[in-house]
């Protein structure tokens, strides 16, 4: 009975860290750079994402394994940089709005490996400049991007690497499944992806979460191993049921394959962009969005 | 009771991707498409059960199970989310079979972009994991689509990097690479010549050597004694058709 007390005196005591999509992008500024968590279009948060689009903020650098985030922020004008192991729908191989945003030249772009961005993302949280490996030799990774330079083992075999520098991100943005009020999230997927290292990589770190549930409940749903994202590592919390639609967010939900056509069908379409935007994007709050989803169905 | 002489293409394509994972033994079998996918799957059912292979969605299914249905049943044996697949690329035990929008002489693949990267007529995939692929293990490719748009004297951008790259790079950065196999609807290919230029390994049932050299734009080598690419067993096409595709998805990438 007396650890029990203790233990609800000490959560008790813990900050509260809750605030809306529209607050954590107060805290956002022109020209940052911004990391996104999940992959593809898996686990995105993307009420922080239509948050960002509805606001002034402009010639943000984004770094992600790309989905619809980078789709999305490109066709609102959002980016002057992407940073990006792919930028795909995972169902739609290549994400349309980003294809177009390259063809036209409309933003700049840093493509790397899929695994020497891990490697990037790593050396960030880890606080040392680089991370290096063999990845790249030969391609033309390094002709694409030139400011990346090779390192020599200082060891006898004195081999050549290359050397993947730390992504350092002013922000960093992550959906979890659940999380509670001081910023302890929990993934209840297959997946963590990369999004501890997100977190770890930046100097802010915001988690959109489909539910915030007391401390003492975290492990109702899943065991210890998926409580991958300490408070330490987090700055505000937004509890956004639904946050990563239309990207999937097992166990809560699948993608909604259906509305992915449908968005990216408007890369094709200025039409059908604009009605896509009012109806759904245009929505001056998360809670708002979700009602136009209910709408459609 | 289906014969060796009914197999179509598509099932031989899917044979002659299995043979590519032959010898390879117990390391993680990673074909990417339809009929790659279904010839790993075809080899560990037979001929390589010792290979693992992956689901894309995190998990090691132990059974062989079908293409194309999300809820087909999974005996799991272990756990590879995504940070744990670039970790075992690294370690070297991996085969990726990849696609190729464009491939040349010496395994140079272009899966990134068509013309300039910096502005491109058309955005493709991207590097994806190729640069990290071809430099750690073992990598081969399908090629649907065997033309001259495809098999190109030079690629618009070296996503994989082949032979003569490698050369250029030198021991100690290459010896974890190689080019196995390529794989296309008109026959397979490999680059066991001495300058490691793509050599016809074999054609076909039913294309000619005349077919393969002018859907090609560079100069194959073993022209003039290529093999016919082996037919299906029984066994195999009961295989493919009752267990790992019952469905015909691997037809969907001939067009």
């Known amino acids: 009975m007396r650890g029990r007390f203790w233990a609800r005196a000490i959560v008790a005591a813990m900050v509260d860290k809750r605030m809306t999509e529209d607050e954590v992008v107060s805290e956002l500024k022109d020209g940052m750079t911004i990391g996104i968590g999940g992959w593809g279009s898996r686990r995105k948060p993307m009420s922080l994402v239509r948050a960002m689009l509805r ?49 036209s030249g409309a933003i700049e772009f840093t493509e790397l490996d899929e695994g020497a961005f891990y490697l ?28 990346l330079r090779t390192v020599t083992s200082p060891y006898d075999d004195g081999e050549e690497l290359v050397a993947i520098p730390a992504f350092r991100l002013d922000a960093a943005l992550i959906h979890m499944n659940r999380a509670d009020a001081a910023g302890n999230g929990q993934f209840l997927g297959p997946d963590l992806y990369f999004d501890d290292l997100f977190a770890m990589a930046a100097d802010k770190t915001y988690l959109s979460t489909e539910k915030i549930v007391p401390t003492e409940n975290l492990l109702d749903e899943g065991p210890v191993h998926t409580l991958r994202i300490p408070r330490i590592f987090t700055d505000g919390v937004v509890e956004a049921p639904r946050g990563a639609h239309f990207t999937e967010c097992p166990p809560d939900y699948g993608r909604d394959e259906a509305f992915q056509r449908e968005y990216a069908a408007t890369a094709r379409d200025p039409e059908a962009w604009e009605a896509f935007r009012s109806t759904y994007l245009d929505a001056p709050s998360h809670a708002e969005y979700l009602k136009a989803l209910e709408a459609r169905s | 009771m289906s014969t060796p002489a009914e197999a179509t293409i598509d099932e031989i394509c899917v044979v002659a991707c299995a043979e590519a994972f ?14 790659p996918i279904v010839g790993g799957r075809l080899a560990r059912a037979t001929f390589e059960p010792d290979l693992v292979y992956t689901d894309t969605v995190s998990v090691l299914p132990a059974n062989n199970f079908p293409v194309g249905d999300p809820d087909a049943p999974k005996v799991v044996e272990s756990w590879v989310p995504y940070r744990t697949v670039f970790d075992i690329v690294w370690s070297g035990k991996r085969h990726v079979m990849m696609g190729a929008s464009q491939i040349d002489q010496w395994g140079n693949q272009n899966i990134a972009a068509i013309g300039d990267f910096r502005q491109p007529k058309a955005q493709l995939l991207g590097l994806r994991g190729a640069p990290g692929n071809l430099i750690n293990h073992t990598t081969s490719y399908w090629v649907p689509n065997h033309s001259t748009r495809s098999f190109v004297t030079s690629v618009d951008v070296v996503s994989g990097p082949g032979y003569d790259r490698m050369r250029e790079l030198g021991a100690p950065g290459n010896r974890y690479h190689e080019v196995r196999r390529v794989v296309s609807n008109l026959g397979v290919f490999d680059f066991q010549t001495d300058d490691n230029r793509m050599r016809i390994a074999s054609i076909h ?34 295989l493919i058709r009752e267990v790992l595709d019952p469905g015909g998805a691997r037809k969907a990438e001939f067009r």
Request: charge should be negative; aromatic fraction near 6%; hydrophobic fraction near 40%.
């Open chain 1, 120 to 147: 990037g993302l790593m050396a960030a949280a880890h606080r040392v400049p680089f991370y290096p490996t063999r990845a790249g030799l030969g391609s033309d990774m390094l002709t694409m991007n030139p400011e």
């Open chain 2, 22 to 35: 032959r010898g390879d033994g117990e390391i993680l079998c990673n074909p990417i498409g339809t009929v």
């Open chain 1, 55 to 103: 606001s002034d903020l402009k010639d943000l650098t984004v770094v992600a394994y790309g989905g619809p985030d980078i789709g999305l922020l490109c066709a609102a004008g959002k980016l002057r940089r992407a940073v990006y192991g792919f930028v795909s729908l995972d169902s739609i191989p290549l994400e349309p709005h980003f294809r177009q945003a390259r063809q």
């Open chain 2, 205 to 238: 049932p039913g294309v000619t050597v005349e077919q393969v050299v002018e859907a090609t734009a560079f100069e194959l080598a073993g022209t003039d004694d290529a093999a016919e690419t082996r037919l299906p067993t029984d066994e195999e096409l009961r």
